[in-house]
């Protein structure tokens, strides 16, 4: 036997087929994209599938109080070494961003399970409840129960219809105030690695597979209401207007300036104007900014200057303004021992070892405070995410997938590079 084939590797077809069977769950005709947000009809269905791959893949499966789904292979010593993801989208999302990370996972522990691979630490793979945060404006739920820091009020937190995040819950038969029982320990995980795809561009422009992440962008979430007087579109003169859609705008742009200047990010990606008719001067708008940054210190001053803005343009308008931070977390480092973990996986399968740093939001922001954490992406096509198009080729899905397994292996028998 050649040493090529004695080096383990995943079922790169199987991983794909699944893929493509969780990317019909929510499948959005109009867009020919998936919208399957948290607690969803679809989202709830996707589950059962999950559950069922997660048996059909031999694992010991539960699903914890915050309704995370765990595939579990015993172990001899204590500390199990966990990956994960999510399988909640955006609305018109693409089918990758979350399932790809789940299913590998689940991949990696069928193939240590088939193969009769060692792991002396028990593996788990974990599908977290709503990393994404779009239904009710606040995301990683499951992850941050699991990591200790489950907040009760969240379970008032409301979505487009009205129906709050513990009603949601209740239907999906979970126990909302219990969800913080789904805390656990570094003791109880020894590391965590998320396998995603990258979101962005650089690894198809380096013309890499896999990549490393080094960090993690920290974000926060913005609320902007601005109050203004609606009134008569046709007969009140421009300089006697108090129009908040027109101060929204300015706000918007000033936000946009500010990130280019701090070499962060910022994005309005919602936005509700009352009473919304094309002849009324509207008379209250609401909107949301998600600001990113790699650096703490970037981020809280981008927040800070994007509030005084706000606070300007609303004075020279004679707007009431008002501005709350909805959600956030800061950025997250990975840890050296899990990267190098992972770069010993790219050595053995001859991938070069790229590290770099990621902008997109992972659950593996939030395990990273109870455990060393390691990310490790996959090569997006055209860097596009968020949107029907995302896509990743098998070959890389694959790679990125048995890069996932020796780490696993790796860090399962405390396999030190
Ligand atoms: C998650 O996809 C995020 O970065 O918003
Ligand atoms: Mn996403
Ligand atoms: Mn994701």
Redesign the pocket.
């Known amino acids: 036997m050649s040493s090529e084939t004695a080096i383990p590797r995943i079922n790169g077809e199987r991983l794909w087929h699944s893929l493509q069977q969780l990317g019909e769950i929510g499948a959005d005709a109009s867009s020919g994209g998936v919208t399957r947000l948290s607690l969803s009809d679809a989202e709830l269905e996707a589950r059962q599938f999950i559950v069922c791959l997660m048996k059909e893949a031999g694992l010991d499966v539960r699903q914890d109080e915050a309704g995370n789904l765990i595939g579990r292979l015993e172990g001899e010593l204590p500390g199990a070494v966990v990956t994960g993801s999510h399988i909640d989208s955006?609305i018109q999302a693409g089918r990758f961003?979350?399932p790809l990370g789940v299913l590998s996972g689940i991949e990696a522990l069928r193939t240590v399970k088939e193969q009769g691979i060692r792991h002396a630490r028990p593996l788990e793979v974990i599908c977290f409840t709503d990393?994404?945060?779009v239904r009710f404006g606040a995301?990683y739920f499951g992850s941050r129960a699991m990591a200790g820091s489950w907040d009760e009020a969240w379970l008032e937190l409301t979505d487009f219809s009205g129906i709050t995040l513990k009603e949601a819950m209740e239907r999906a038969n979970l126990k909302p105030h219990k969800a913080s029982q789904a805390a656990r320990s570094g003791e109880e995980i020894k590391a965590y690695v998320e396998l995603h795809i990258e979101?962005g561009r650089v690894l198809e422009d380096r013309e890499i597979p896999v990549g490393i992440a080094t960090a993690i962008?920290g974000?926060r979430w913005l609320e902007v209401r601005l109050q203004g007087r609606a009134d008569h579109a046709g007969t009140t003169p421009m300089k006697l207007r108090r129009d908040p859609m027109a101060a929204a705008a300015e706000a918007m742009l000033a936000a946009e300036r500010i990130a280019l200047q701090a070499g962060g990010v910022a994005t309005a990606g919602t936005l509700q104007i009352s009473p919304g008719a094309i002849n009324v001067i509207p008379g209250e708008v609401i909107f949301t900014l998600?600001v990113?940054h790699e650096r703490l210190d970037s981020l809280a001053e981008m927040a800070r200057a994007i509030e005084s803005a706000v606070n300007q343009v609303a004075d020279e308008r004679r707007l009431e303004a008002a501005i709350r931070i909805i959600d956030g977390a800061d950025p997250v480092q990975s840890a050296e021992s899990v990267m190098a973990a992972i770069a010993a996986g790219c050595g053995e399968l001859n991938i070069p070892e790229h590290r770099m740093i990621c902008?997109?939001?992972?659950d593996a922001v939030v395990m990273s405070g109870i455990t060393d954490m390691g990310l490790i992406l996959i090569r997006s096509k055209d860097g596009i995410?968020?949107h029907p198009q995302e896509w990743s080729s098998l070959d890389d899905c694959e790679a990125g997938a048995n890069v996932l397994l020796h780490t696993l292996i790796r860090l399962a028998n405390d396999i030190i590079v």
């Open positions: 955006v961003d979350g990393e994404e945060g995301g979101q962008y974000h998600d990113r902008g997109a939001g992972h995410s968020h």
